[in-house]
């Protein structure tokens, strides 16, 4: 089997915030959801042996990704500001774009970027959004986007 891409896990400072966002927001469903205790401190340099977590993703086809929204009760590091830098860059999800952009506003979440690029397979729309922490959400038109882009 060749190496593939499980999830994507990103360590939010208020669980619930976040949730709504991904869930009600990027309109992803919750798969698996729960607290476990583990090696976390040894694993992940965490600063607890438990942690709370949620899976999100399309529970019909698996395949398509996942993103765990993960808290701790201990103290973490804050992310730096928000800017293009090495590293982690952002999260990118097929969708409606303007659906989810409606929903996002709708949630409060108004500051947000939308484009509309011209390609040979039509028009892709495109848009961009930061979670609750600060996380660029790329968002890319489902119906054009995997024309372009797959």
């Known amino acids: 089997m060749p190496n593939v891409i499980h999830h994507t896990a990103v360590c939010v400072t208020d669980m619930d915030t976040s949730l ?32 709370s977590m949620v899976m999100l993703g399309d529970p019909g086809n698996p395949a398509a990704g996942t993103i765990e929204l993960v808290s701790f009760e201990g103290d973490i590091e804050p992310a730096t500001a928000p800017v293009v830098r090495e590293g982690f860059f952002l999260v990118s999800l097929y969708c409606d774009v303007d659906q989810t952009l409606e929903r996002l506003a709708a949630l409060g979440h108004s500051d947000h970027e939308r484009i509309e690029l011209e390609t040979p397979h039509g028009t892709l729309v495109m848009g961009s959004v930061r979670d609750p922490d600060g996380i660029l959400i790329e968002l890319i038109d489902a119906s054009v986007g995997a024309q372009v882009t797959g």
């Open 20 to 51: 709504t966002f991904y869930r009600d927001g990027l309109g992803m469903e919750v798969t698996v959801q729960g607290a476990f205790d583990g090696p976390w401190r040894e694993l992940f340099a965490g600063p607890e042996d438990r942690l």
